[in-house]
Every structure is written in structure tokens, then in C-alpha cells.
């Protein structure tokens, strides 16, 4: 979390620039940092993060362009240092991964202080502007990166009907209402771009969650109909996928390039239908592997040992992973990364447990007659019984 005197620095930040520019991640919890932080100001432009996981050169060109005097960078694991240095205007990082070292930067990470905190970017921006009417914005971007907030009770006592208070995580994003809109965020966020800057720039105006998932305005008519032609092309992905089965750990899916990317989200849901695997979406990209990695238990550690053996990159939180792999390494990948798995999670060699037969004595056989005056014993022993029968001969010759 945000200290209170980080809360107050980003605040002043936003409300002394009168042009800001907004880069996010191109997934849900990037946008909805984006929204949060442009509820609070109404000023600005928003870029997605689409082509490249980091911020470089390459935007230079567009804040001289347009003469932003700021820049707010949310739920981005890279910035190059090169590009801080050349846009010679203020830079603020808002961000929840992997902490890195950079220079003249405004640099925001609760993992600065406690390495292992796992804090959603929404979660931040919620905090910069905590608007109640924008709570079911801030559990939206929360969900999407699979943590359910502090703040769960309220948004139940707000919006009882988009989510069961008994909900774990993965019911909440693939059996609830406010995961159904979770998904409309993030198919929103796919396609052509200018469709896509049309669809934000719908988002920044819609006031309620139901204005989208009960159509009851010209605009979430507009973001229904959008989401539902990208949702069929989906849905037929899904259902082959999750036709495939296999005994191995790893759950292996891999697609072409075609004109949608459903690997993070296919990840999520399969991994969520299949806990005790390891999902595996791969899309063949311009020769190399683009890879979503998802799992119920931590696989980032065996994912990084992996790329040091392996042409690619990568890496992400303990538990939901990315990388792109060179298409002529990508089964050298997949070996080392079983092998590794292996390592951190060997199979239980099952024990077989003998089953010991009671065998129930017969009743039913009838019982030799005892024999009359003394028993006879040791019936099976022959010397016994011949040396037995001689001493009785021997007192009746007696007598």
C-alpha cells in the first residue's frame, strides 16, 4: 500500500499538471489505474502499453509531439533509463512488480519496503482517489490481477448482487457478475486500436457497473455488443482447450497468430478449472512463442532458472507468469521447464498397501466325534501315538 505521504505527493502531482500523459498495461488492472487517476483530474491523454512489456525511446516522439508536461507510468515492470533522461519532464511510477533501480523518477512500489507485498496498481490508485463511486472500478482492477481487496465488505454492502460474499477468487472472476465485467474490460482492450481508443474513451464516462451488463445506456449498449463479438471467438478457443487432457503437470495449449490474443486470460480460467496443473498458453508470433504461465503454487522460480538455459525472457509473480520464447528454442523450453518443475514439486510415489485376507473359519463342518475315556494326544505325531499304544499293551499283559 501507498503511504500516507505518498497518497498526498501523487495528488499535488496530478493537480499541478494541466497535460498529463497516462501509460498502463493493457490488461485490467492497468486500465482501471488509468481510470481511477483520470476520474480524479479530467485532465490528460491514456496510452496502452500494447507492443512492448516496457516504456522506452519509442514514446519520446509522442510527448514532444503532443507537449505533455508530465508523465504518470501505472502497472509497467520496465522503464528504460534512457527514456526518463530524454523527455525532461516529471516522471511518476506507479507499479506492483519486480523492483528496479532507475534514476530521476517518482518511483512507487510497495515492494520497495516488504519484497514479498503483492499490492495491485488499482489498488494504489484507489487509494490517490478513493471515489465510493468508483469502488466497483477499484474491485474490478484488483480481481484482474487475482487478489481480493481489503475493502471487500463494503463493495458487498454496494453491489450485493455482482458478487457471493462467500466467493473465492476464481468463482468471483468466472462465476460472478463482477467477473463477467472483468472480462468485458479486458476484451475491450483487444483489437484494432482505434476501436480500442473509442472503447476508453467510453469507459471514462460510464458512471455505474450496470450501465455495461444491463445495457442501460447507448454507450454500455455499445461496449455489450463490442465485448460479445470478441467473447464468441473466445468461447471457441476455451472449449478446445479445455478439451485437451493429459497426465503430465504441464497443461500445454498453443494457437497461431490470428487477429485476438486470448493467452493471459485462457491461462487464468483454465488454471482455475485445473488447479493441480501448470497451464501453458503459447501463441506462434513472428517467430517466437508468446507464453502465458499459470498455476495454483509458485513456478516463477523454476521459470527463471529455465530462461537462463533458453534464447527468450520472462518473468512475472509467483503464481501467473509471462514470456517470449524463441520459436527454435521452444521445445529445449518446455523440457528444462518440466524438468525444473519436477525439481521444485517431485511426484508422490503412491504406496501400495497390501491387503491382509481374513480368512473365516467354517462352522458348518461337522466335528469328529470325541473319543470315549481319555483324549488322545498329539494325533498327528505317528512315534508318539505307536509309543502311546505299546505302554497300553504292556499294563494288559501285566494284568
Request: hydrophobic share 30%.
Amino acid at each position: 500500500m501507498l503511504s500516507t505521504k505518498e497518497v498526498k505527493e501523487i495528488r499535488e502531482a496530478l493537480q499541478s499538471f494541466k497535460s498529463p500523459l497516462f501509460i498502463y498495461d493493457d490488461d485490467p488492472d492497468g486500465l482501471c489505474s488509468f481510470l481511477l487517476l483520470y476520474d480524479y483530474v479530467k485532465e490528460g491523454r491514456g496510452v496502452i502499453l500494447k507492443t512492448s512489456s516496457s516504456v522506452d525511446a519509442n514514446f519520446i516522439k509522442l510527448i514532444h509531439l503532443y507537449q505533455f508536461d508530465s508523465v504518470f507510468i501505472l502497472d509497467t515492470p520496465i522503464v528504460e533509463q534512457d527514456f526518463i533522461d530524454q523527455i525532461k519532464v516529471p516522471v511518476y511510477w506507479v507499479d506492483h512488480h519486480e523492483v528496479l533501480k532507475r534514476n530521476n523518477v517518482k518511483y512507487y512500489n510497495p515492494r520497495k519496503n516488504d519484497p514479498e507485498a503483492y499490492i495491485p496498481t488499482t489498488r494504489m490508485a484507489y487509494q490517490v482517489n478513493p471515489n465510493p463511486d468508483k469502488l466497483w472500478l477499484a474491485m474490478l482492477g484488483c480481481l484482474s490481477d487475482y487478489m481480493i481487496p481489503d475493502f471487500k465488505n463494503e463493495f458487498l454492502k454496494r453491489y450485493p448482487d455482482l458478487m457471493d460474499k462467500k466467493s473465492e477468487i476464481g468463482d468471483a472472476l468466472f462465476k460472478d457478475q463482477i467477473g463477467e465485467l472483468e472480462r468485458v474490460f479486458r476484451f475491450l482492450l483487444k483489437g484494432k486500436s482505434s476501436e480500442v481508443r473509442k472503447c476508453i474513451n467510453i469507459l471514462t464516462r460510464i458512471k455505474t457497473p450496470y450501465e455495461i451488463l444491463n445495457q442501460e445506456t447507448s454507450k454500455g449498449k455499445y461496449l455489450w455488443k463490442r465485448f460479445q463479438k470478441i467473447d464468441v471467438e473466445y468461447q471457441k478457443m476455451y472449449q478446445f482447450a479445455q478439451s485437451k487432457k493429459t497426465r503430465s503437470k504441464l497443461l500445454l495449449y498453443e494457437y497461431n497468430d490470428n487477429k485476438w490474443s486470448f493467452t493471459a486470460y485462457l491461462s487464468n480460467e483454465l488454471s482455475t478449472k485445473n488447479p493441480k496443473k501448470v497451464v501453458i498458453i503459447a501463441r506462434k508470433s513472428n517467430g517466437s512463442m508468446k507464453v502465458s504461465l499459470r498455476a495454483k503454487f509458485n513456478i516463477r522460480d523454476a521459470l527463471k532458472r529455465t530462461l537462463e538455459k533458453v534464447e527468450g525472457k520472462g518473468g512475472g509473480h509467483p503464481n501467473a507468469c509471462g514470456a517470449v520464447i524463441e520459436e527454435h528454442d521452444w521445445e529445449h523450453f518446455l523440457n528444462y521447464f518440466k524438468q525444473e518443475i519436477d525439481k521444485d514439486y517431485p511426484c508422490k510415489k503412491k504406496v501400495v498397501k497390501k491387503k491382509v485376507v481374513k480368512v473365516k473359519k467354517d462352522h458348518t463342518k461337522q466335528s469328529k466325534p470325541k473319543s470315549v475315556g481319555k483324549s488322545v494326544k498329539n494325533k498327528t505325531n505317528p512315534e508318539k501315538s505307536s509309543k502311546h499304544s505299546k505302554k497300553k499293551v504292556k499294563k494288559e499283559v501285566k494284568k
